[in-house]
């Protein structure tokens, strides 16, 4: 079946420093969606991607979709401590079932 | 607006217990969801409604049912609950083809 992987599983940065977590599914995407989940929370919608090659920024948040729709990213520029939580990474294929991949937990140090 | 609501937020059962899980959603949207989250396993889907008396499997069915009971409310019941299905429970509601909103969660443990 479909597979959505992220890494690293695991990333602690020092305030200030950026982070990137990457996205791969094992098919073609529709399109692929960003959740952030903040300890002992539930997942928030951050972004949709739909369209092969896409960027889109959001403050210091930029989201990238792969040529191939099989990739994507998600980079933090500058940490701050309001980014600690886990990031999810979820594709479509043609319909409204999302597969959400494994996470990302970021802790941010000060 | 009060977005997505779920009951309970906590639940202990003992095996082989039922219960059902509330949710509503005052979005007007027409989709709704059932994920349940495990540690390092990430939001797999249960069961799927994109409409009013629809209702789709989704990757992990096996022990669940659920009533789509008009375009606000989607419930999730486990008529013999096992200890592998402890986990977090979350309900999500969306315009089709946009993101999904998700409810606070029911944390429910089968002992």
């Known amino acids: 079946g479909q597979q959505v992987m992220q890494i690293p599983q695991y990333q602690h940065v020092q305030e200030g420093e950026d982070f990137t977590t990457y996205c791969n599914s094992s098919?073609?995407?529709?399109?692929i969606q960003w959740y952030k989940q903040r300890p002992g929370g539930h997942p928030v919608f951050l972004i949709q991607?739909?369209?092969?090659?896409e960027v889109k920024k959001q403050k210091r948040l930029t989201f990238q979709f792969g040529e191939a729709k099989k990739n994507s990213s998600l980079h933090i520029t500058a940490t701050q401590t309001t980014d600690v939580g886990t990031y999810f990474c979820?594709?479509?294929?043609?319909?409204?079932?999302?597969?959400f991949g494994t996470g990302t937990r970021l802790q941010v140090f000060p | 607006n009060a977005g997505v609501t779920q009951t309970p937020k906590f639940q202990v059962l003992k095996t082989g217990q039922s219960m059902t899980l509330q949710c509503a959603q005052d979005?007007?949207?027409?989709?709704m969801y059932w994920y349940r989250q495990d540690p390092g396993m990430g939001l797999r889907l249960i069961y799927y409604?994109?409409?009013?008396?629809?209702?789709d499997k989704g990757e992990v069915p096996n022990g669940y049912n659920v009533s789509r009971l008009n375009k606000r409310e989607f419930s999730l019941r486990l008529e013999s609950a096992a200890p592998s299905q402890t986990s977090v429970y979350f309900c999500?509601?969306?315009?089709?083809?946009?993101?999904?909103?998700f409810g606070p969660g029911t944390r429910l443990t089968v002992l």
């Open positions: 979820a594709g479509t294929r043609n319909t409204d079932k999302l597969i």
């Open positions: 999500a509601s969306s315009v089709a083809g946009t993101g999904q909103f």
């Open positions: 991607l739909v369209k092969s090659g």
């Open positions: 409604s994109a409409s009013e008396g629809t209702t």
């Open positions: 979005m007007n949207h027409n989709s």
């Open positions: 098919t073609t995407l529709s399109n």
